[in-house]
C-alpha cells in the first residue's frame, strides 16, 4: 500500500468523528459510580446495574453486550476485545478475549498467483478471526462479578426486541456501508432498509435474531455462542462464503488471564493491557524516553514537546512492528523492551533541532533475542472503587460486513490485523515482522490499550481509546495531560492530539490542533505534518482528590457519562 493510499484511508476511518464538540470542556461528577462509553444506552445501563448493587465488572459485561446491540459498526459479540482491571482492595488483572486465527489458517492465504490481495484480510469471510467476546464476558464475571449472567445481559436483549432510536452518527453509519451490507445477505437484512430508502435519526431499530441469540448466551452461557444453533449459524455463513472457522476452532476458543505491564512514571503507576496489546509496551517505552527531558517545562503542544514524543513514538512504534506479536507463539523480549537503559539507548541518535528520518531508523537491536477503523473504548469505576477499562472491537467499522444469518451479528476482520504479509503496511498503515505472521490459532497483535492508572496505590484515571495505532497515543495524551499539566479531565480528554507510528513517516494531527507557527517550526526541523478528523476517541474518567469520579467523554465520537 503506498503512503497516499494509506492516508486516505486514515481519513475515511475517521471521516463520520469529525463533527464538532458539543461540550468540549464540561465534566460530569459523580461520587457513586461512573460509566462512561461511546454510546448513551450502554452507559446508562451500566449505570442502571451499578445502581442496582452490581460491582465495576457487573457493568462492564453490561455495557459490553449492550454495545453490540446499539453500536454494531464496534461493540460485538462476533469479535473480541481486553479487559482491566483495578479492584478497590488492590488486586489487578487484565483478561485477554482477542480473536485467534482459525486452525486452518496460513501465511499466505491472502496471497492469489504470488500477489498479496490485502482487501482479502479487510472485508468478506476470510477477514474472520475466531470471536472472543462471549467466553471473555463469562470469565470477567464469573472470576469477579456479583451478578448472574441473564440478570446482566438482560439490558441488551430488551434493546434488541424491542428496538432503539437510531441517533444520526447511528444512521449515517449504517447508510455509509450499505453498498458493502448488499453484498452479504443477512448484513443486507439485518443492516439496511431492505430497499431504496436509507435510515434516518429517529428510526426504531429491532434486532430480533440477535436477541435470540444474546437470550441463547443468558440461558446457556459460553455453550449458547459456541455450540448448538449459534455454532451452526456462524458454520453455515463459514460454508456459504467459503470462510476457514470450524466447530472446533468455536469451541476451543478460551479467553486468558494474563499478566499486567507496570510502568512507574513520577507519583504514578500505569497498569496496561500486555500482549497481545502492543500499547503496553510502547507507552512504557515512550515514557521511558522522554522521562530524562523537562517535558514540562517545553509547554503543552509546543513545538519542542510535539517533537519529542514523536521522536519517541517513532522508535516506539519502530520496535513493535518487529518485537511485538502473540506472546503464546513468539518470544517477546519484554524485560530489556521495558528496562531504563534500552530506552535511553533508543533515544541517543535523538536530537532537538531535527527529525530523525524513520528510513535510517529501524528496531533496537536485543542481543540473543531470535528473529524471528472501528472499536471502542469504556471506563467504569464503582462505588467501591473498583475500577474495569474495556476496549473491544470487530476491526473496521462493522468489521467483515458479514453477518450471521439467523443469529443477528456481525463478525470481525481482525486478521487484517496480523502482518498478513511481513514488511507490506496494513490497512492503519502498521508494517509488521515475522513476530506478528499469521498462524493457526494465533492472536494478532492489537493496539488497544485499556489501561489504569494509580497514584500512591488508589485509582487515580481510568483511561483507553478507539482509533486502530492511535489508540496508543491518544491514551498516552490522556495521561500526560493529566500528569504532566494537572488538567482536568475533560480536558485532559479534549485537547489536541498528535500521533507518529514511524512508518509513515509522518505526525498526524487532529485537524487545526496545531497552530500554523508550531507546525511551521516541526517542519523546519524536517517533520511531515498531516492533519485528519481526530486522534483515537478516549472515554476516560478522573479520580479527583476528594473522591468524585470526573467524566472525559471524547468529543471526536458521540459518548456519552452516566452516573450516579
Ligand atoms: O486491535 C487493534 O489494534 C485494531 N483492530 C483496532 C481498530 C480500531 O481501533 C479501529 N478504530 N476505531
Excluded at 518487529?322 to 519484554?334: E, N
Excluded at 506478528?436 to 490499550?449: F, Q, T, V, W, Y
Aim: glycine share 10%; net charge negative.
Amino acid at each position: 500500500m503506498n503512503i497516499s493510499r494509506c492516508l486516505s484511508l486514515f481519513v475515511t476511518l475517521f471521516i463520520f468523528t469529525s463533527s464538532l464538540p458539543a461540550q468540549v470542556f464540561e465534566s460530569k461528577t459523580f461520587e457513586n459510580g461512573m460509566v462512561v462509553s461511546a454510546d448513551k444506552y450502554a452507559s446508562e445501563i451500566g449505570n442502571e446495574i451499578l445502581k442496582q448493587g452490581g460491582n465495576a465488572v457487573d457493568a462492564a459485561v453490561a455495557v459490553q453486550f449492550a454495545l453490540a446491540v446499539t453500536l454494531p459498526r464496534a461493540g460485538n459479540i462476533g469479535g473480541g476485545g481486553f479487559m482491566v482491571i483495578h479492584l478497590a482492595n488492590g488486586e489487578t488483572a487484565a483478561l485477554d478475549f482477542r480473536e485467534k486465527a482459525p486452525t486452518k489458517a496460513t501465511r499466505d492465504m491472502y496471497l492469489r498467483n504470488g500477489e498479496f490481495k490485502s482487501e482479502l484480510s479487510w472485508e468478506g469471510i476470510l477477514a474472520v478471526g475466531v470471536p472472543g467476546t462471549v467466553d471473555g464476558m463469562i470469565k470477567a464475571l464469573e472470576r469477579y462479578g456479583k451478578m448472574p449472567l441473564d440478570m446482566v445481559i438482560q439490558p441488551a436483549i430488551k434493546l434488541a426486541r424491542e428496538g432503539y432510536v437510531l441517533s444520526y452518527s447511528h444512521a449515517e453509519s449504517l447508510n455509509d456501508h450499505r453498498d458493502t451490507f448488499r453484498k452479504y445477505q443477512a448484513s443486507a437484512r439485518y443492516f439496511t432498509t431492505g430497499d431504496t430508502t436509507l435510515f434516518s435519526e429517529g428510526d426504531l431499530f429491532v434486532q430480533k435474531d440477535l436477541a435470540g441469540t444474546l437470550e441463547r448466551i443468558a440461558r446457556f452461557g459460553r455453550e449458547g455462542f459456541y455450540a448448538g444453533p449459534v455454532a451452526d449459524a456462524i458454520i453455515n455463513e463459514m460454508e456459504r462464503y467459503k470462510g476457514l472457522i470450524s466447530y472446533k476452532d468455536l469451541y476451543n476458543y478460551e479467553s486468558k488471564w494474563r499478566d499486567l505491564v507496570e510502568v512507574d512514571f513520577r507519583d504514578y503507576k500505569l497498569h496496561i493491557m500486555p500482549p497481545p496489546s502492543s500499547g503496553s509496551i510502547a507507552i512504557a517505552q515512550i515514557l521511558k524516553m522522554i522521562q530524562d527531558y523537562p517535558i514540562k517545562e517545553m509547554g503543552h503542544n509546543s513545538a519542542e514537546y510535539v517533537h519529542l514524543l514523536s521522536e519517541a513514538m517513532r522508535r516506539a512504534f519502530a520496535d513493535r512492528s518487529f518485537y511485538l506479536g502473540d506472546p503464546d507463539f513468539v518470544d517477546i523480549p519484554l524485560q530489556r523492551l521495558l528496562s531504563q537503559e534500552y530506552n535511553t539507548e533508543r533515544m541517543a541518535s535523538f536530537s532537538p533541532d531535527k527529525a530523525t528520518a524513520s528510513s535510517s531508523l529501524s528496531h533496537g537491536e536485543i542481543a540473543g533475542h531470535p528473529e524471528s477503523d472501528e472499536t471502542t473504548h469504556f471506563s467504569i469505576v464503582d462505588n467501591e472503587g473498583n475500577a474495569v477499562a474495556v476496549t473491544t472491537t470487530l476491526n473496521g467499522s462493522f468489521g467483515s460486513h458479514v453477518s450471521v444469518s439467523g443469529a443477528g451479528f456481525l463478525l470481525n476482520n481482525e486478521m487484517d490485523d496480523f502482518s498478513a504479509q511481513p514488511g507490506e503496511p496494513n490497512t492503519y498503515g502498521l508494517i509488521g515482522a515475522e513476530a506478528n505472521a499469521i498462524e493457526p490459532g494465533k492472536r494478532m497483535l492489537s493496539s488497544m490499550s485499556p489501561a489504569i492508572v494509580t497514584k500512591n496505590g488508589k485509582v487515580d484515571m481510568v483511561i483507553g481509546a478507539a482509533g486502530g495505532p492511535r489508540i496508543i497515543t491518544a491514551t498516552l495524551q490522556s495521561f500526560l495531560n493529566r500528569a504532566l499539566f494537572d488538567m482536568r479531565a475533560q480536558q485532559a480528554t479534549t485537547f489536541p492530539r498528535f500521533h507518529h507510528q514511524w512508518l509513515p513517516d509522518t505526525i498526524f494531527i487532529d485537524d487545526f490542533g496545531l497552530s500554523p507557527d508550531t507546525q511551521k517550526l516541526l517542519e523546519e526541523k524536517g517533520h511531515f505534518i498531516f492533519p485528519m478528523p481526530g486522534i483515537g476517541r478516549a472515554h476516560n474518567i478522573y479520580i479527583e482528590t476528594d473522591g468524585s469520579l470526573s467524566s472525559g467523554v471524547d468529543p471526536r465520537g458521540d459518548g456519552y457519562a452516566a452516573g450516579h
